[in-house]
T-cell receptor
């Protein structure tokens, strides 16, 4: 069964460093998403992406964050200058279409620790 | 704005017992509701979803949930728990036309032998 994959599974970085989290969505999916979960808190939406553009973003997704689909298979989340509060589990998701009737398929997550 | 509240961050039941995981939502417009499950070291997997058809929704692995508008609830149940049901369960809401899921805080289900 096709699945969303994410690399790395764990990442430790120093505050102020740039990190890139990578995701390979399901191959025929057109909509891509990033969510994050700070330890002990809810899973929160960060951004959705379609047709090489951001289609929706939350207030968390500020100028320190960017997303890109650099080739036909990868979808990346970049954090330019990490802060302690960026420590979280980051989930990538993809869906074939948009909206409530379309299931979002999630990857296993990348656990980011900022020291 | 939409929100979801899951009552109980941890639920423990005996194998063979009824599983009941509670979810209440807040939404100003008719919601679409979802339950996802996360097994250790895996992604969030869709268990079931309510999208304004039948109010009783059946999902995978014997789980079902009932949408009750009057109670603003979407509780997840399973008649008889298996050891393999041990996981974290997330309730989520989305409004029509939206792209993002709004999640509850999750409930960790433990099954006792």
């Amino acid at each position: 069964e096709p699945e969303v994959t994410q690399t790395p599974s764990h990442q430790v970085t120093q505050m102020g460093q740039e990190v890139i989290l990578r995701c390979v969505p399901i191959s025929n999916h057109l909509y891509f998403y990033w969510y994050r979960q700070i330890l002990g808190q809810k899973v929160e939406f960060l951004v959705s992406f379609y047709n090489n553009e951001i289609s929706e973003k939350s207030e968390i997704f500020d100028d320190q964050f960017s997303v890109e689909r650099p080739d036909g298979s990868n979808f990346t989340l970049k954090i330019r200058s990490t802060k302690l509060e960026d420590s979280a589990m980051y989930f990538c998701a993809s869906s074939e279409g948009q909206g409530s009737l379309e299931t979002q398929y999630f990857g296993p997550g990348t656990r980011l620790l900022v020291l | 704005a939409q929100s979801v509240t899951q009552l109980g961050s941890h639920v423990s039941v005996s194998e063979g017992a009824l599983v009941l995981l509670r979810c209440n939502y807040s939404s100003s417009v008719p919601p679409y509701l979802f339950w996802y499950v996360q097994y250790p070291n895996q992604g969030l997997q869709l268990l079931l979803k309510y999208t304004s058809a039948a109010t009783l929704v059946k999902g995978i692995n014997g789980f079902e949930a009932e949408f009750k508008k009057s109670e603003t609830s979407f509780h997840l149940t399973k008649p008889s728990a298996h050891m393999s049901d041990a996981a974290e369960y997330f309730c989520a809401v989305m409004t029509q036309g939206a792209q993002k899921l709004v999640f509850g805080q999750g409930t960790r289900l433990t099954i006792n032998p």
